[in-house]
């Protein structure tokens, strides 16, 4: 166990955290699941009970943050696979040749840990602590599921969001992959009444969305909120800021020698989703969880939603989203892009 990630953590304490869940799991609210059978709500957020609740308890039980510490944060499907990507090779552009780098022959998600799913794995832990400063996380929990020491440490976070619509839409291709095979596949009709009550792994989408808005509006040097539909029309704006915001901004020198398009291209749809392990490695999340890297990229195109959903379907979403976010300062749901390929 990293005695940098979890000082002076016990079996003892850790089997605690486990006892909390085993005993939370029995009292909280039930709601349908997308890839299992059930989600209960904790703190206002739906979980999964396999492996989500499990790791949320114990990264507010006992993790400890640095201030050095950059975590990747979205909700499911918004394109964080993408986003790994470029934080990776940005953070790392110094070590590693692109001709040679490390993403053309490791998943991205094999790049950057998972800190919710692997923080529960006492042998993947061991190696937290040898990553390169900064240490680079990801993850699908609500900003509020955090502890509060955690903001306080001084750590930054990088946010993505994305057009809700898509997200349902991409969110119902990849849960029903990974469905377990005993239930019968999710409807489209169902995952979209669950997306609009807001019953979905770690939602509802929209608190999870201004949960880290507001927080990006009063700590902007330690939260750097991003539209996935932004990045697609300016990447190359969006990633000089990303670099910026990581403390590593590209120098004059790098941009005239066309740094920040070989990493844009390094890290393209195009170029990862073609690459073998992309194809037929597989992402060891836990051992109820083994995702094939194929099923992080799709092809299709931002508003994609208009092959799926109705008329009425999309009204009733842009009105969830205009209510919801009323106020806020923020909008989601941009007109559609040219075709294009989708990040997952």
Known sequence: MAASLLP?????????????????????????????????????FWLNTTSALKGVLLVQDHFKARATDIIL??????????????????????RFDLSTHPLLKTGPHDCFPMLDSYIYQGDSITHLELLPSPRLFASHMALDLFPKSVLA??????????????VLISKWHFMNKLR??????????????????GVSEFGPFWDHVL???????????????????????????????LAEFMGQPFSMEEEKKGLVEEILKLCSFENLSNLEVNKAGIQHFSDQLVIENRHFFRKGQIG??????????????????EQKLKGSGLTL???????CSSWE
Request: proline share 5%; net charge positive; glycine share 4%.
């Open 153 to 166: 440490s001084g750590c930054k976070f990088v946010y993505i969001c994305r057009d809700p619509k898509d």
């Open 211 to 241: 949960g880290y808005w507001k927080a990006s509006l009063e700590l902007p040097d330690k939260i750097l909120f991003l539209k996935y539909e932004d990045m697609k029309r300016e990447p190359s704006v969006h990633l000089k800021r």
């Open 333 to 339: 749901g941009a007109s559609p892009l040219h075709n």
């Open 73 to 94: 944060s979205a909700f499911m499907k918004c394109g964080t696979t993408w986003l790994r990507s470029l934080m990776f090779a940005t953070a790392n552009r110094y």
């Open 8 to 44: 002076h953590l016990s079996n003892t304490e850790f089997e605690e955290t486990y006892r909390k869940c085993s005993e939370l799991i029995k009292t909280l609210p039930k709601g349908k699941a997308w890839r299992t059978e059930h989600v209960v709500q904790y703190q206002g």
């Open 180 to 197: 377990v095979k005993e239930l019968a596949p999710l409807t489209l009709p169902e995952a979209y009444e669950l997306f609009c009550q």
């Open 304 to 321: 994609d939603w208009e092959n799926h959903l109705t008329e009425e379907m999309k009204n009733r979403i842009d009105r969830i989203t």
